[in-house]
């Protein structure tokens, strides 16, 4: 009898710890919502990422991109830094109070609630936000994130 190769130990050993089994996607807690006057229906992640840390300053129609948070109190505001801007809440405090330090840029002004954030993206064209899955966007529009 042959001994397995490498590679089938490998598999086995996967499969042993259960690795076999597709992994789920983390279904997202968070929607992003842009002025409905705004004609994507999707962004680069990139792009939604530079433009919470004004790196990025205008969408692809030239048109001044306006990020809004929601206040800190917002469970979705960590997942979306997390997931979006790949810092946790921490970090991002620290590159803010840096770049305030600096006199580079200030981070995006905060809302209060999540009908603040609707509001303020349904009134200014070029405002993107995010507000948990469940909430309702009104009239402004939902993307999806690539």
């Keep these: 009898m042959r001994p397995p190769s490498l ?7 996967l499969a042993a710890l259960g690795a076999s089994k597709p992994i789920a996607a983390e279904p997202p807690d968070f929607k992003v919502i ?9 962004a680069d992640r990139e792009f939604v990422r530079d433009a919470y840390l004004k790196k990025a300053s205008e969408w692809a129609n030239h048109q ?10 917002f469970p979705v505001r960590a997942r979306f830094a997390e997931r979006v801007i790949r810092k946790t809440p921490s970090q991002l405090r620290t590159y803010w109070n840096q770049q305030v330090f600096t006199g580079k840029n200030n981070p995006p002004p905060e809302v209060a609630s999540v009908a603040d954030a609707v509001a303020y993206v349904v009134a200014t064209k070029g405002a993107i936000a995010y507000i948990p899955v469940d909430a309702n966007p009104g009239a402004a529009k939902v993307i999806g994130i690539r």
């Design 64 to 73: 001044v991109v306006h990020p809004i948070d929601l206040s800190a109190r």
């Design 7 to 13: 590679s089938r130990l490998v598999l086995l050993a």
């Design 34 to 42: 842009v002025n409905p006057n705004n004609p994507i229906s999707a």
